[in-house]
């Protein structure tokens, strides 16, 4: 890996000679505000002006690309992209298209590991470098933490925005937000898609749930700020998604196009206050999101492609002024609509500076190019986009050095100390719903021998697993005998049998269930597993309105997610060598009269 300082040629480092210096704390240059915006503003003009149309539509774009390695990905992912992008590798896709930006995915095979991350980064960096307007990549991610992670373990993986809001601390979200931060940062990503500020308001929404920090619109505002101010301090861009906000629909963006009934008054009171708070704080970016906000756009059209959402509400009566990424234009509720040749163009006309992962690259780059060439789109509305997207870069640090190195990765991804913190932020998020007759904490004389059975939902990338042997192991550690009996998430009459008979020879059970629905046969294994008459502790590992589906439970949890992090909390409560500190930071409904609230806002018991 190169140094930082001698891996930029002469030429490219003449031409990104914008930026006066990152340092270790990734600070901007102090100096007058007003003149020091201005004159970034100015840089950021004559660059824009050494490009040609063909580079300025590119640089709009940030691309999935497939492999480990810019220059030599596995064979498979090679053939991936020629299919996909009519390239074999990131750095042929820079080179093809000048992109502004790669978004790293899981799937794609881009998040093996630290070190790996970083090489990969560097690597796009220098293919960037050696374009004829060398401009740095804004490489970015998905690393929400909690149940989207794109990074896994050896980095630290925090709770998740949910469990952040039953801890309740800013402090914790801060934290969390600054570490996590510090480690995208330390692999070459200068830009994660975090947090998320929709208000969760419907106990059915399908796409968000615990990846909101709540259902009160002041305190998601809070956690909002938090993280936006720890991201940021450690020089990684934060985007607040999904606006005008995702969090009141039972439909999946993914695959379907949503609707968001509220009204304009509404609207200000439940959905704006989060993006008013991540505005206030100085926020990179806000993503868009793929819904129909009727109140807003008597059109219909999704948010992503309405100028009166984005330029009529975001940028003028909100006044935000930094860069609008769109959501992924690859999903179902951008493309019913319009084909993939329009969606790009009509975005950019609604107000998006970032176009996020078309499906076909080579169609939208063209019909971008064929926008401004007939004039449906001015080229100086692109260069405003793109005065935008560099001013952004070089508060973060790109056109002073773009690259990393091993040692910043082994400075800061995955440390002791940063897995410790995680540790205890967790520790302050598990909430205890139920508790009857005080049967927690277990006892180790009493209940020494567990079963944990229940569901074993796919973790997140790299994030461990599965629950079942994650909890099983933590408890062996805590001195109970614990043994894993994985039963899914639709368990038959066949295994839920073999369960109770393997509960027959221990004292106590662990049940993990996974949003249990009327009809969920995860109804029926707890069921059974109670009418053992041995002590059964529920807990639920993703949504927190299990227990409203559930009869006869004595001792419930919440831990709002079910990475390692969260799972060891949990038993760590479960055995009494932590109290539960956790709140409901959302409430939970009756499932016989929905409307009636079974346990509030707040609710969370204490030993």
């Known amino acids: 890996m190169h140094s930082r300082r001698t891996v930029l040629t002469t030429a490219a480092a003449a031409a990104c000679a914008m930026g006066t210096g990152g340092g270790a704390v990734h600070a901007v240059a102090s100096g ?31 691309m999935r690309v497939y492999g480990h390695s810019a220059t030599d990905p ?81 980095a630290t993986l925090f709770p998740g925005a949910m469990a952040l809001g039953a801890g309740r601390s800013r402090e914790d979200a801060r934290t969390a937000g600054r570490i996590a931060g510090e480690e995208l940062y330390a692999m070459g990503i200068r830009q994660d898609y975090a947090p998320v500020a929709d208000v969760n308001v419907n106990p059915a929404n399908p796409v968000i749930g615990v990846r909101s920090f709540g259902s009160g619109p002041k305190a998601v505002a809070r956690l909002v700020t938090a993280q936006v101010q720890g991201y940021q301090r450690a020089g990684v861009a934060a985007t607040a998604k999904h606006f005008p906000g995702h969090g009141d629909t039972d439909t999946d963006s993914h695959v379907g196009l949503p609707y968001i009934r509220h009204t304009a008054q509404e609207w200000e009171r439940l959905d704006a206050p989060p993006f008013r708070a991540a505005i206030e704080a100085g926020i990179d970016s806000i993503m868009t999101a793929h819904i129909v906000v009727p109140a807003f756009d008597a059109s219909e059209d999704p948010a992503t492609l309405s100028r009166p959402i984005l330029t009529g509400v975001l940028r003028e009566r909100l006044g935000f002024d930094g860069v609008v990424v769109t959501d992924s234009l690859g999903m179902q509720g951008v493309r019913t609509k319009y084909g993939d040749a329009r969606v790009p163009v009509l975005a950019l006309k609604a107000g998006v500076d970032q176009l996020l992962n078309p499906p076909d690259i080579a169609v939208a780059f063209a019909s971008v190019l064929k926008a401004v060439r007939t004039g449906e789109l001015s080229e100086r509305a692109i260069d405003e986009k793109l005065i935008r997207i560099f001013l952004l870069k070089e508060r973060r640090g790109l056109f002073d050095d773009p690259y990393t190195t091993h040692r910043a990765v082994e400075r800061s ?170 709140k409901l930071p959302v409430p939970v409904m009756r499932a016989d009269a929905p409307r009636s609230v079974l346990y509030p806002v707040g609710h969370g018991l204490s030993y």
């Open 32 to 62: 007058p505000r007003a003149a020091g915006a201005a004159d970034a503003r100015a840089r950021a003009a004559r660059l824009v002006s050494r490009m040609n149309l063909e580079e300025k539509v590119g640089q709009l774009f940030v």
């Open 74 to 154: 596995d064979p498979a992912d090679a053939e991936t992209n020629r299919k996909e992008m009519g390239v074999s590798n990131a750095a042929e896709l820079v080179a093809k298209y000048h992109l502004g930006g790669i978004i790293y995915f899981g799937w794609a095979h881009n998040t093996r590991e630290p070190h790996q991350i970083a090489d990969l980064s560097n690597g796009i960096q220098r293919a960037a470098a050696a374009q004829r307007v060398p401009v740095p990549l804004l490489i970015s991610t998905d690393q929400e933490h909690g149940i989207v992670a794109r990074i896994g373990a050896p």
């Open 413 to 582: 991804v995955g440390t002791r100390r940063h897995l410790a913190t995680a540790d205890r932020i967790a520790d302050r998020t598990t909430t205890l719903l139920v508790n009857d007759g005080g049967l927690l904490p277990l006892s180790r004389r009493a209940q020494r021998r567990l079963l944990v059975a229940g569901a074993d939902a796919a973790s997140p990338s790299g994030t461990g697993g599965p629950p079942t042997k994650v909890l099983a192991e933590t408890f062996n550690q805590l001195g109970f005998t614990a043994t894993a009996l994985p039963t899914g998430t639709a368990p038959t009459q066949e295994l839920i049998d073999r369960t109770v008979a393997a509960l027959r020879t221990q004292d106590a059970a662990i049940v993990t269930t996974y949003n249990v629905t009327p009809s969920s046969s995860q109804r029926a294994l707890v069921e059974a597993l109670l009418g053992t008459g041995k002590p059964v502790v529920q807990v639920a590992v993703r949504n927190p309105y299990d227990i409203a589906q559930l009869t006869g439970v004595r001792a419930a949890l919440a831990t709002y997610s079910w990475t390692d992090v969260e799972l060891r909390a949990a038993a760590r409560v479960i055995a009494g060598r932590r109290d539960p500190e956790g």
